[in-house]
């Protein structure tokens, strides 16, 4: 069955630097765009990055535009999300998804706090 | 970017009831919408793809429907495993962008 397990999650200080892992199985990785998702503590969904199926095209929200990056190894089916310069508002269960039918296939969500 | 409007914010109905549930894009997004069901302490599920398709093993009282700016999920017959709250999202052009979400609860 399709299976994604994030990782890496934790507690960090303001402008430290954390990298979520997304293990997937189940399914032919290399062939599904992965998204990333977080909600910070009782609010709603927002989306935050893509990469695409090439590993080429990505994408971000423009709050973590040139401080969160996204990248994929198709070699272990996973996908990365790299968090630099991170502040306060960052502080979110981070998910990643699949986008099959709309985003049919979700982690189990890591929990990021950043915090002094 | 694209803004997604969901309307209301907060819906409070019975057992039974039909609800609906509206959701406005700021810019023509053909059917490019997705709804997604989220229960307290879980992860998100989705119902509905590409504005009316319904994802398999859902319930048939979910629907959705629209195109262009103007989108509506539309729950029939609700079940007290409903009570939950509805986001829609955009699958048209990134950023992604999801509704602020609708919170179902029980009147």
């Known amino acids: 069955q399709v299976q994604l397990v994030e990782s890496g999650g934790g507690v960090v200080q303001p402008g430290r630097s954390l990298r979520l892992s997304c293990a997937a199985s189940?399914?032919?990785?290399?062939?599904?765009?992965i998204h990333w998702v977080r909600q910070a503590p009782g609010k709603g969904l927002e989306w935050v990055a893509v990469?695409?199926?090439?590993?080429?095209?990505?994408y971000y929200t423009d709050s973590v535009k040139g401080r969160f990056a996204v990248s994929r190894d198709n070699s272990k089916n996973t996908a990365y999300l790299q968090m630099n310069s991170l502040r306060p508002e960052d502080t979110a269960v981070y998910y990643c998804?699949?986008?099959?039918?709309?985003?049919?296939?979700w982690g189990q969500g890591a929990l990021v706090t950043v915090s002094s | 970017d694209i803004q997604m409007t969901q309307s209301p914010s907060s819906l409070s109905a019975s057992v039974g009831d039909t609800v609906t549930i509206n959701c406005q894009a700021s810019?023509?997004?053909?059917?490019?919408v997705n709804w997604y069901q989220q229960k307290p302490g879980t992860v998100p599920k989705v119902l509905i793809y590409?504005?009316?398709n319904l994802q398999s093993g859902v319930p048939s009282r979910f629907s959705g429907s629209g195109s262009g700016t103007d989108f509506t999920l539309t729950i029939s017959s609700l079940q007290p495993e409903d009570f939950a709250t509805y986001y829609c999202?955009?699958?048209?052009?990134?950023?992604?962008?999801f509704g602020q979400g609708t919170k179902l609860e029980i009147k």
């Open positions: 998804a699949r986008f099959g039918a709309g985003l049919d296939n």
């Open positions: 189940g399914f032919t990785f290399r062939t599904y765009g």
């Open positions: 990469i695409l199926s090439d590993g080429i095209n990505e």
């Open positions: 810019q023509s997004i053909n059917t490019y």
């Open positions: 590409a504005a009316f």
């Open positions: 999202q955009q699958s048209h052009s990134p950023p992604y962008t």
